[in-house]
């Protein structure tokens, strides 16, 4: 099973940019599939991004244009640049892989707020 741990997250005025980091330890990350979700209080966790072992993206509508999902599978690395972000953008903020099992991290906060 895979370990998670997200970075990045913070407080940013509406408009502004975040990136937030998922790294990934354990083999064979180029096989997983990597993705990003969030959870508003409140609310239940929503997918937000998702990168397969092909690079191939998808988005929510909510966030699309404005997010961009990567991965570095030679640095074990997943990245979810947001930009043009909402006061809606408000979660926390979690990197899933799936593999052969799924793992969650423990989350990042992201606040937009003036």
């Known amino acids: 099973q895979v370990q998670l741990v997200e970075s990045g997250g913070g407080l940013v005025q509406p408009g502004g940019s975040l990136r937030l980091s998922c790294a990934a330890s354990g083999s064979i990350f180029s096989l997983f599939v990597m993705s990003w979700y969030r959870q508003a209080p409140g609310k239940e966790r929503e997918l937000v991004a998702v990168i397969t072992q092909g690079a191939s993206t998808n988005y929510a509508d909510s966030v699309k244009g404005r997010f961009t999902i990567s991965r570095d599978n030679a640095k074990k690395m997943v990245y979810l640049q947001m930009n043009s972000l909402k006061p809606e953008d408000t979660a926390v903020y979690f990197c899933?892989?799936?593999?052969?099992?799924?793992?969650w991290g423990q989350g990042t906060q992201v606040t937009v707020s003036s």
């Open positions: 899933k892989a799936v593999g052969l099992k799924t793992s």
